[in-house]
Structure formats: C-alpha cells, structure tokens
C-alpha cells in the first residue's frame, strides 16, 4: 500500500493538457465519430453537432475551474 500511496501527490495529470490529448484522450474527432455511429444505433435527442457544442461547452467551463 506505501508504494501506492506515497508520492503520488506529486504526479502530473497529464489528460487536461491539450498537447496530450491524442494520448492521453480523445480528439474531437474521435468523440464526433463515436457520436454519430451511435446515433445510428440508439437515437439522441439532439444532434451530433449540438451534442459536440455541448461537450465543447463543458470544457470551457471545466477549463475555466482548472485555472481559477
């Protein structure tokens, strides 16, 4: 358990910085691609194009608390 736990506080979140986002995360890209394949399988009530505007939304506002 000490080897999990000591000195993970200094570790690096490394998946809300944009330069690592196709390794660390997905590109808008991948998250429009896997939306409008499902959307082909399981209707939203919105479009794809609404729901990438939403998410992009919360990211800002996730951005915004991260740098606050």
Same mark, same amino acid.
């Given at each position: 358990?000490?080897?999990? +736990? ?5 570790? +690096? ?56």
């Amino acid at each position: 358990m000490n080897d999990l +736990t000591s000195g993970f506080n200094i570790g +690096t979140n490394y998946t809300l910085n944009p330069q690592f986002n196709e390794m660390t995360g997905f590109t808008e890209k991948d998250v429009r691609d896997m939306l409008e394949y499902y959307s082909t399988t399981c209707p939203f009530n919105h479009s794809v194009d609404k729901l990438i505007e939403l998410i992009a939304f919360l990211l800002r506002n996730a951005d915004h608390q991260r740098n606050a």
